[in-house]
Structures are given as structure tokens and as C-alpha cells.
């Protein structure tokens, strides 16, 4: 289902085509689900082993603002010892990775690693609360990122509530006012199971140059899979 979005989008796609023509390309390939989605009929399941990708794309017109936001669901978390995967990647087609957005264990937490070189030093950061993630739950994640030398951003909203972020010693990280010189170009979701097999769903996604937040639509398929 799409969202009835107030603000200018440059995408907006809940799968319910069915299938994947709304993307450029797909990778794997994933899986259209209609057993359970977060709104509508459909969303993408991705099951792959260590190691393995199953993600789909969208090539669009850079935007010096860009809002991300997507629904995502697992099926089994990784396990300890760091071991993370990646769910959205987001990159400059001509320069490549600038950063990606992970789903990480570590330490008997579990919650969202952003890593790549579009990030200023140390080229990583976690969020600052721990045990977000629970299995077979939908959570809404959104990403600002804002292309410029001296004011860029990195931002990120859970369930629509605006995160902090910290390095390893659980020191504050701020990612506003940092330089970020490429613009993105295209993103990649599903799964990309650097470190473990792993299950997961993605729905809902919106491409927009301002907050999106969460969506209002309940699932009509099956409620109890459905979240805001």
C-alpha cells in the first residue's frame, strides 16, 4: 500500500504490484510475500545464508536532502559477537558505498550499526539505546541525509522517535554539521547477510527531500502483523 504522503516524494512503493517492476533491479532474487506484510497486499522477503544478498534496487535523481524510511521485519536476529547484516545500503552509483544501515548484536544488545566511508571518522556509529529489536516485529526506521562540506547530516528516527548515536565506548557521536560530499543516488533493501543466515521482510518504502515519519495504515491482510 502506499502511503497518502503530503510531502513532494521522489519514490514510494509497498510492493503491491506484486512483483518488482516499480525497481530498477533485484539481486538474489528476494520473494513478493502476501503472508505477511506491514500494510496491503504484498511486501519483500529476503532469506539468505552467510554471506548471501537478496536485496532490490531504485536508481533516482540525487537530492542534496534525502529522507529514507522503510519498514523492516526479522524473522531471527543475528547472534553475538558483533555479528551484524546489513538491510539498507545507500550509495553514489558513480563512487560507490557511502554508507549502509545494519542490523547488529553485540555485547547482549541488538540494534541498528551504520558503517561506510560517506561517514565522517570513525566511519561507524551505533544508536545509544539498547535492545531495540525484537523478532517478528515491524519497526519503522528513517534516514536524513543531507549532502554538503560543512552542514551535512545523518539522522535517524526508530518508530518515529529521532536516535542518538555512540562509538564503541558508548561515547555521544554527532552527525550533523559533518562533511558529506557525495550525493546518493540509489539505495538497496533486503538483505545483505554479511555475517549470518538470515530471515527478514521490507515494506513501505519512501524516498522524500523532508521528514516522512511513520505510516498510519494498519495491515489488511493480518493485523497482528502490522505496526506504526
Excluded at 521485519?73 to 549502509?100: E, I, P, S
Excluded at 550499526?113 to 556509529?125: H, Q, S, T, V
Excluded at 531495540?132 to 549532502?147: P, S
Excluded at 547530516?153 to 552527525?175: A, H, K, M, T, Y
Aim: with cysteine; aromatic share 10%; glycine share 10%.
Amino acid at each position: 500500500m502506499k502511503d497518502k504522503l503530503k510531502m513532494p516524494v521522489s519514490f514510494n512503493n509497498g510492493f503491491e504490484e506484486g512483483d518488482y517492476s516499480a525497481w530498477d533491479a533485484t539481486i538474489g532474487p528476494p520473494t513478493i510475500d502476501n503472508i505477511i506484510t506491514h500494510s496491503g497486499i504484498y511486501s519483500s522477503k529476503s532469506d539468505v545464508i552467510l554471506g548471501g544478498i537478496q536485496t532490490c534496487i531504485k536508481d533516482f535523481t540525487p537530492l542534496d536532502i534525502l529522507h529514507t524510511r522503510l519498514y523492516v521485519r526479522w524473522q531471527n536476529l543475528t547472534g553475538g559477537g558483533g555479528r551484524k547484516n546489513r538491510f539498507l545500503l545507500l550509495r553514489n552509483v558513480g563512487v560507490g558505498d557511502l554508507f549502509d544501515v545494519r542490523q547488529w548484536t553485540g555485547g547482549g544488545i541488538s540494534t541498528i550499526w551504520i558503517e561506510g566511508a560517506g561517514l565522517p571518522a570513525p566511519f561507524w556509529a551505533v544508536l545509544i539505546n539498547a535492545n531495540l529489536f525484537a523478532i517478528d516485529q515491524w519497526y519503522c526506521i528513517e534516514i536524513r541525509y543531507v549532502n554538503d562540506v560543512v552542514n551535512g547530516e545523518i539522522r535517524l528516527w526508530l518508530d518515529g522517535v529521532e536516535q542518538s548515536f555512540c562509538d564503541n565506548l558508548f561515547n555521544p557521536i554527532i552527525l550533523t554539521g559533518v562533511n558529506t560530499t557525495q550525493q546518493i543516488d540509489r539505495i538497496d533493501v533486503g538483505i545483505i547477510g554479511n555475517d549470518e543466515a538470515q530471515i527478514g521482510w521490507i515494506d513501505n518504502i519512501a524516498l522524500a527531500d523532508t521528514y516522512i515519519g511513520t505510516q498510519k495504515h494498519v495491515s489488511i491482510i493480518s493485523p497482528s502483523h502490522a505496526g506504526l
